[in-house]
């Protein structure tokens, strides 16, 4: 997530990939006053600014649990506690910032074919493991395996962005929403935190059981992007 007070827009990191790009290329032109969330190492050494002004003192931000204090177990970067935090929900981040600046600030974010995006995540979530279980038994798995975004980008079920990118338009709607902010176009997007998902085949992964299974847990973003199969 960045919040850019030198050009008033909000951008919402969304879809894995593509959002990771974006940060990378919007940090180039982000100044001292805003905020950009943290993120793993290999990530911010790409990003012109690591991470910077996310942490915040606010009477609805979350506490550390108790637990995890007791236990000495680290604070993430993800964690509610830290402030602002990479994949916050948009109620949080209109919270912390006040209406003003939600409502006069441009907000966008991006989405991704939630069957495409799944396939991806499994890819993203199974790199590490010598054999990887296969996709049937990986969605089995329902905490580990949902990804949804669509939190991100709504408040009280609604959308609350001003722009809704599309990932299989990337480049196109990423121009779009730089000119409307009054951005150089000309911002390339690295390649950055990708899955080794092969490209255009993420049908061949499902069965006619794994396609309802996700169509279910995504119905919202499905129906108000217009997404089929």
Partial sequence: MIVSHTHKFIFMKTVKTASSSMEIALSQVCGAEDIITPTRGDLADQRAIAGQNYRIEHPDKPNRPLWRRVLGRPERLYHPSVGFYEH???FRARQYLGEAVWKSYY??????????????IYFYKTRDLAQRPSFQSF????KQARYSSWDIYTIDNKVAVDFVGR??????????????IGLPSGLDLPIANASDKPK???????DSRSTALVAGWYAS???????IF
Wanted: without cysteine; charged residues 25%.
């Fill in 221 to 227: 973003e499905i129906k108000a992007h217009g997404y």
């Fill in 139 to 142: 969605l089995t798995q329902t």
């Fill in 88 to 90: 916050m929900p948009a």
């Fill in 167 to 180: 990932y299989e338009n990337v480049n196109g709607d990423f121009k779009a929403a730089l000119k409307t």
């Fill in 107 to 120: 907000k966008f974010a991006f989405v991704r074919n939630p069957w495409d995006a799944q396939v991806s």
């Fill in 200 to 206: 255009d085949r993420y049908r061949e992964f499902y």
